[in-house]
C-alpha cells in the first residue's frame, strides 16, 4: 500500500512540475526597449512564443539567461490558467552620468581613464559593461606600471537590491543618478623593520634603498621635493627596490618582503608599508667569536690598509665581537667598494679558526659595442674617443659615467643610451647607442638696456648674436658665425668660427676664426687701451688632450687695427695654459667642473711694446632634486710695458656674460675679479625646459689691484631661462645693483 501511495506521489510532484501550457500572450511590467533584442533572443530560444506550448522549466531556463544581460536586478513571472504570461523586470538604476575620481595625484590623467569605460547612459546600469569598465581601468594602471590600486563606485549592492547612492568625493557631490568610479591610487608610506631587522637603523635603508617614501616626501620643502608620482610604487620602483636589497648584506633568504596597507588620514589616497622581518644574514651560526686575523682575497683596486681600516672600525681584533660586527663591517667595506665607483664589485665573508676572510671578485670590463643610429653622421672615431670604459679593466662606474659627460659635453648628442650586459660572472659587458641632436644649430647672444644720457630710449640697447652649427658634417667640427650690429652707434661686427675636436682622429682639437668690424666713431678696445675705426682678428688655438677631460691649451692671433688717426697697429698675441672640463653640457650644465689657467702675452710689430699676463678660470655645477647650483669665479692680471703706448691691455667687466643689467666694458683695468653664482630651479621639462633662476653676480676690472675688492660693479636678482628648440636658451629677468637700482635683461645662452 505505502508503496503504491509514494509511486501516485511522484507522479503527480512530476506533473505539476512540467506541466504544459498553450502560451496566449507575453507581457512585460516595464518598458524594456533598450533590451528588447537580447530579451526576444532568449524567449524564441527556449520556444516561448504566443501559440506554443511551455512548461515552467521552460520559462525559468528563459530568465536565469535573461539575468545574463545584465539590465536587470531580478525576473520574475505570472502564467495564469487562460495561458497569458506576465514577465516582471526590475531593472537595474538608471545611469544618467558617469565620472571618475581619484584619490590619490592622478597617475593616469582622468580622460584616459574616462576612454577605457564603455557604458551607455539614460537606461538602466548594465552590469556586464561596469565589471567590463572596471577591468579596464585596472588594466589601464597595469599596463602603466601601477598594481597597488583599489577600483570601486557607488553603485552599492546589497541582497537582492541594487542602487546607486548620492556621494561626495574630493569635495564634489555627486546625485544619485550618477555612477562614479572612484580610483584609489596607494603611495609607499614608509618603511618597517621587524624580528631580528629592527636592529637595523631604519632611515639608513631607506636612504640606500633609494625609494622616496610619502612619509619624508610630507616633510621636506615644497621646492625639494620630487614629483608627487616619484612616491607610487610603479612596478620598476618595486624592482629597483629589490635589487638595492640585494646589495645590502644585512638580509639573508629569510628575509620577508610584503606591502600592507595602513591608513594616513592627512593624505588623500592610499597608503602602504613596505614590510621587512625575518633573520639577519649569518656569518658565523653561533656568537659571540674573536677574530685575530682579517685576509682580503682578491682585491686588485684598494689598498689593504684602507680595507683594514673600515673592518677594524667594527671588528677590532683580539676581541669578541657579534654577528651583527661583523655585517657591519662587511657592510662597511661594501661601501668603500661602492664609493670608489666599483658597485658591481662582489663580497663574501667567511669565518673560520679566528680568521674573517673577505673573498672579492672585481667584475672587469668585457664587450663594448657601439651601435650608432641608422641616420648617424658622426665618423666613427669621434665616437670611439669618447667611450671611457676599456675592455679588460676592472669595472669603474665614475668611468661610465665620464663616458656620458664626454658624449653630452660635447653638444653634439640628445642623449646616450648605456645598456649593461652580463657576460658572465666577473665580466660586465656594455651596448652604447648615442643618440644625435636633431637641432640644426644653437643661437646663443645677449641684449642689455641702460638709459642713454642725451640720447633717444632706443639707443641704449647694446647686444651680441651668435649661432652655431654643431657637428654637421660629423667629423666633430663646429661652425659659429657671429654678428654685433647696431646702427644707432654707428657699430658693425661680424665674424667666423672654426672648431674640429680629434683632428684626423688624434689627440688633437683645433680652433680658428675670424672677425671684422667697421665702426664708424670708433671703437674702444680694451686689449689696445684705444679707439679703431677698423679691426681685424685672424686666430688659432691648437689644444691637446692629455688625459680624459685635460688639455694642453694654445692660442695665436694676428690683429690689425685702424686707429681714430688712421694709423695702422698690428699685434701678435698668444695664450698657453692648461684646461680640465668635465661640464656634462656646454649650454645648460648640470653637473661637473671647470678649470683652465692661460699665461698670455702681446707684442707690437713695430717696435718693443708688449704686455704679459696670466689669469685663471673655474666653474662648478652641481645639482640636487631639483635644484642645479652653478659658480664662477675669474681672476686675471697683467704687466703693460708702456702705458703710453697704442698697446696697452686691459680686462673688462660688464654686459650679460659677467654683470647682468649692467654696460658692457663697464669698467676696465689691468687685473679683473669676477664671481657669479646661480641658482636654478627646475620649473618643467619637456619640449620646452623652464628654469626660475636667482642670481648674484660681482665683477672688478681696476689698476689697482688693491682696489678690486669694494669698488666693482654687482647685480643680483631673478629670472626665467627657458630652451627653445633650434634656439638653445633665453633667459630674461630683473636685478638691482649696487645703488639697489633696479633693470630688466635679457639675453640668449648661459651667463657662464
Known amino acids: 500500500m505505502k508503496k503504491h501511495f509514494l509511486l501516485f506521489a511522484v507522479f503527480l510532484i512530476t506533473g505539476f512540475a512540467f506541466s504544459i501550457t498553450l502560451l496566449n500572450e507575453i507581457s512585460y511590467n516595464v518598458d524594456i526597449s533598450y533590451a528588447a533584442t537580447d530579451v526576444e533572443r532568449v524567449l524564441t530560444n527556449y520556444g516561448i512564443q504566443e501559440g506554443s506550448y511551455i512548461g515552467d522549466i521552460d520559462i525559468r531556463l528563459a530568465l536565469q539567461e535573461i539575468l545574463k544581460s545584465g539590465y536587470f536586478t531580478s525576473v520574475s513571472y505570472n502564467l495564469d490558467e487562460n495561458g ?50 572596471m577591468k579596464n581601468i585596472q588594466d589601464l594602471y597595469i599596463k602603466n606600471g601601477y598594481q597597488f590600486v583599489d577600483i570601486y563606485s557607488n553603485l552599492k549592492m546589497t541582497g537582492d537590491e541594487i542602487t546607486l547612492e548620492a556621494t561626495e568625493i ?79 648584506p644585512f638580509f639573508s633568504a629569510d628575509t620577508n618582503l610584503r606591502f600592507e596597507i595602513t591608513e594616513i588620514e592627512e593624505n588623500k589616497g592610499g597608503e602602504l608599508l613596505l614590510v621587512l622581518e625575518g633573520n639577519l644574514r649569518k656569518v658565523v651560526p653561533q656568537e659571540p667569536v674573536i677574530v685575530n686575523k682579517i685576509s682580503f682575497i682578491g682585491n686588485e683596486s684598494l689598498e689593504d690598509f684602507r680595507l683594514n681600516e673600515v673592518v677594524n672600525e667594527f ?105 649593461r650586459l652580463q657576460q658572465a660572472e666577473d665580466v660586465v659587458g656594455f651596448k652604447i647607442t648615442p643618440i644625435e641632436s636633431e637641432k640644426l644649430g ?156 692661460n699665461g698670455i702675452g702681446g707684442v707690437e710689430t713695430s717696435n718693443a711694446n708688449y704686455y704679459i699676463g696670466a689669469n685663471t678660470e673655474g666653474k662648478l655645477f652641481y645639482s640636487f632634486y631639483k635644484f642645479t647650483l652653478g659658480t664662477r669665479l675669474k681672476l686675471g692680471t697683467v704687466y703693460n710695458s708702456n702705458i703710453d703706448s697704442n698697446l696697452h691691455y686691459q680686462y673688462n667687466v660688464g654686459g650679460m656674460y659677467s654683470v647682468r643689467t649692467s654696460d658692457f666694458y663697464a669698467q676696465e683695468g689691468e687685473n679683473v675679479l669676477l664671481f657669479n653664482t646661480e641658482l636654478a630651479y627646475e620649473l618643467a621639462t619637456g619640449q620646452v625646459p623652464l628654469d626660475l633662476i636667482a642670481y648674484f653676480d660681482y665683477g672688478s676690472a681696476q689698476n689697482d689691484v688693491s682696489n678690486l675688492i669694494g669698488d666693482g660693479i654687482l647685480s643680483f636678482g631673478g629670472g626665467l631661462r627657458f630652451t627653445v628648440p633650434l634656439l638653445g636658451q633665453i633667459g630674461f629677468g630683473y636685478g638691482w645693483n649696487e645703488a639697489l637700482q633696479g633693470q630688466v635683461w635679457f639675453g640668449f645662452g648661459q651667463t657662464f
Open 170 to 248: 574630493n569635495n564634489k557631490e555627486y546625485s544619485s543618478e550618477t555612477l562614479v568610479f572612484i580610483v584609489k591610487e596607494y603611495s609607499l608610506w614608509d618603511l618597517e623593520l621587524r624580528g631580528e631587522l629592527s636592529q637595523l637603523d631604519k632611515e639608513d635603508i631607506k636612504k640606500r634603498i633609494g625609494f622616496d617614501f610619502r612619509k619624508d616626501w610630507n616633510s621636506k620643502f615644497f621646492l625639494l621635493r620630487p614629483n608627487a608620482k616619484e612616491t607610487y610604487p610603479s612596478f620598476q620602483k618595486v624592482q629597483n627596490i629589490f635589487n638595492s636589497l640585494n646589495q645590502i
Open 442 to 597: 644653437k643661437l646663443t647672444g645677449g641684449v642689455t638696456w641702460s638709459l642713454p644720457e642725451g640720447q633717444e630710449w632706443y639707443q641704449g640697447f647694446t647686444g651680441q648674436l651668435e649661432v652655431q652649427w654643431l657637428n654637421p658634417l660629423g667629423y666633430g667640427q663646429t661652425f659659429s658665425l657671429n654678428s654685433d650690429l647696431n646702427p644707432l652707434g654707428n657699430y658693425y661686427s661680424v665674424g667666423f668660427d672654426y672648431d674640429v675636436i680629434k683632428l684626423a682622429g688624434s689627440n688633437l682639437d683645433l680652433g680658428a676664426g675670424i672677425h671684422y668690424t667697421v665702426s664708424e666713431d670708433g671703437e674702444y678696445y680694451s686689449n689696445i687701451g684705444e679707439d679703431a675705426t677698423n679691426y681685424l682678428s685672424l686666430s688659432v688655438a691648437p689644444r691637446y688632450s692629455i688625459q680624459d677631460f685635460s688639455y694642453i691649451t694654445s692660442s695665436f692671433t694676428y690683429n690689425n687695427y685702424t686707429l681714430m688717426d688712421e694709423s695702422n697697429l698690428n699685434v701678435l698675441s698668444g695664450s698657453a695654459g692648461y684646461l680640465y672640463n668635465s661640464l656634462d653640457s656646454p649650454f645648460r650644465p648640470h653637473k661637473g667642473q671647470y678649470f683652465q689657467i
Open 315 to 419: 671588528v677590532p681584533l683580539g676581541e669578541s665581537v657579534s654577528n651583527l660586527d661583523l655585517l657591519y663591517a662587511y657592510d662597511n667595506l661594501q661601501k668603500v667598494y661602492y664609493d670608489n665607483g666599483y658597485i658591481y664589485t662582489l663580497i663574501t665573508p667567511k669565518y673560520q679558526d679566528e680568521e674573517l676572510i673577505f673573498e672579492i671578485t672585481e667584475p672587469k670590463v668585457g664587450d663594448v659595442e657601439i651601435t650608432q643610429e641608422a641616420t648617424a653622421k658622426t665618423k666613427p672615431y669621434i665616437v670611439e674617443s669618447l667611450v671611457k670604459i676599456k675592455p679588460g679593466e676592472v669595472f669603474n662606474q665614475q668611468k661610465l659615467q665620464d663616458t656620458y659627460t664626454s658624449f653630452m659635453g660635447t653638444g653634439f648628442f640628445k642623449d646616450v643610451k648605456i645598456q
Open 84 to 133: 497569458n504570461l506576465e514577465l516582471i523586470f526590475k531593472p537595474n538604476p538608471i545611469v544618467t552620468n558617469y565620472e571618475v575620481e581619484i584619490l590619490g595625484d592622478g597617475l593616469i590623467d582622468k580622460e584616459n581613464i574616462r576612454s577605457s569605460i564603455n557604458l551607455n547612459t539614460n537606461i538602466p546600469l548594465r552590469l556586464n559593461d561596469f565589471q567590463t569598465s
